[in-house]
């Protein structure tokens, strides 16, 4: 038996309760193991706190990535005491999730921890880490330069945060917006130059305003995107990883056809194992030492329905990493 919290949907609406299952309950994929942590990510917010049409399936183990060590592998390429990662694949959406002490996924979606590193860490980074360094190395792909600065917006969120801390540490002048101003000395501690308010993004866009960004990291969507794009130097490169501020893009052709402006979809759910492989190493070479103090809160099974109601509502700080073993 092991613990887990589990969604089900009961006259129409999502519940979420701690319950102890039985191993057969897994689903049929080559490789089982232990789970140690997982962490509570946007879209697990919005699947616990039914929110969204996020879960595909009923009954659900919400949690979008997950860290453990193989117990049995039915595949060469694992086994049992390989330390793994998780991430993206379904896996809490179709397939049942890291939010349980016990987790079955297919071999070619687990990647091995880096050297060095450690499952306490991993997590740390999760999905969010995950992102942040796809978006990172998209953006240095396609030439960004360190002469002008790079904006992050949602940069006191999950992937904001890690993308902030990743581009201070190459050298890039950073300037942070937020909704939450009291949260400047995290962000500066996280290597920040600036901070904004996130209201200068969210005024009514236009099709081109004078250059500023070199670059920019966007979690965001929506009208803030769109302004992002409008401000970004001829040339610059956009990435653009989430939709908190919503799915539409209310822009024109003009910043892409005038100003070479480049805009980078990134999709960490379905990339390649190799590209995972360089990520995760890139991440452990990058931040070894994970996020400062006050970027990570480690909690328990118990405490996700009321997290995250805060997640979704913006009032999560950096990192939530579950400990699933709580």
């Known amino acids: 038996m092991f613990r887990a919290l589990v969604l089900d949907k009961i006259d129409g609406k999502v519940v979420a309760t701690v319950k102890s299952l039985d191993e057969a309950a897994l689903p049929d994929f080559a490789v089982t193991a232990r789970v140690a942590y997982s962490t509570l990510n946007y879209k697990d917010g919005l699947a616990i706190a039914d929110k969204g049409k996020i879960v595909r399936a009923f009954p659900m183990v919400p949690g979008v990535d997950w860290t453990g060590t193989v117990e049995t592998s039915a595949d060469d390429r694992f086994k049992p005491g390989d330390k793994v990662i998780l991430t993206g694949w379904g896996v809490g959406e179709s397939h ?58 949602g940069a006191a969120g999950g992937v904001g945060s890690v993308a902030v801390a990743l581009l201070a ?118 931040l070894p030492d994970g996020l400062p103090a006050g970027g990570v809160k480690t909690v328990g099974l118990a405490e996700l329905p009321a997290l995250a109601e805060a997640i979704v509502a913006g009032q999560v700080q950096g990192r939530v990493v579950v400990d699933v073993r709580k």
Do not use: Q
């Open 96 to 153: 049942w999730g890291g939010m349980a002490e016990k987790a079955r996924a297919k071999a070619e979606w687990l990647v091995k921890l880096p050297p060095g590193t450690d499952e306490a860490w991993a997590m740390t980074m999760g999905t969010a880490g995950f992102t942040a360094m796809l978006c990172v190395s998209a953006l240095e792909a396609a030439g960004l330069k360190k002469d002008r600065e790079v904006l992050v917006t």
């Open 169 to 286: 540490k190459l050298g890039y002048a950073v300037t942070a917006a937020t909704g939450r101003r009291a949260l400047e000395p995290y962000l500066k501690a996280l290597g920040a130059k600036a901070v904004i308010d996130r209201a200068d993004l969210a005024k009514p866009p236009k099709p081109l305003e004078s250059e500023r960004w070199g670059g920019v990291v966007d979690s965001v969507g929506g009208v803030t995107l769109a302004n992002a794009i409008a401000s970004t130097v001829s040339r610059g490169p956009v990435a653009a990883c989430g939709l908190a501020g919503g799915h539409d893009l209310p822009t024109t052709v003009m910043p892409f056809i005038l100003r070479g402006v480049k805009l980078l979809g990134i999709d960490s759910v379905r990339s390649p194992i190799a590209e995972r492989e360089t990520a995760w190493r890139k991440l452990a070479a990058l």
